[in-house]
């Protein structure tokens, strides 16, 4: 499944999506990113899952835009730190 996280307001939609089904939580997006917004381990979404997955912690979930404005000076999504770490291409952003 697709887990997003994140919000909209009037500069945009900011939101993280999880592919649950590429994450097979290995645990490389955690350490890759600077601003301490990714974790892996139970689903949020699935208490029923057995293994670790990623998700977007808690406490950052309705600061994104300013969580991620460091990786994000050209938009250059392709090389923002979490989604290069992540070999199952699992993550996307929408901004
Ligand atoms: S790097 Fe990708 S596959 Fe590994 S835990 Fe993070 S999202 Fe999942
Ligand atoms: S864009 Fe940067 S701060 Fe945001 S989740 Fe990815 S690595 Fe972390």
Avoid at 16 to 31: L, Q, S
Wanted: proline share 9%.
């Amino acid at each position: 499944m697709i887990a997003n996280y994140g919000y909209k307001d009037g500069s945009g939609d900011f939101f993280i999506a999880i592919d649950t089904d590429k994450c097979n939580g290995c645990g490389a997006c955690v350490p890759a990113c600077p601003g301490s917004v990714l974790d892996v381990g139970e689903d949020p979404n699935d208490p029923m899952r057995e293994e670790p997955v990623s998700f977007v912690r808690d406490e950052q979930r309705k600061k994104l835009k300013y969580a991620c404005a460091p990786c994000k000076p050209d938009h250059d999504r392709p090389r923002l730190p979490c989604v290069k770490a992540c070999e199952g291409l699992a993550i996307e952003h929408s901004w």
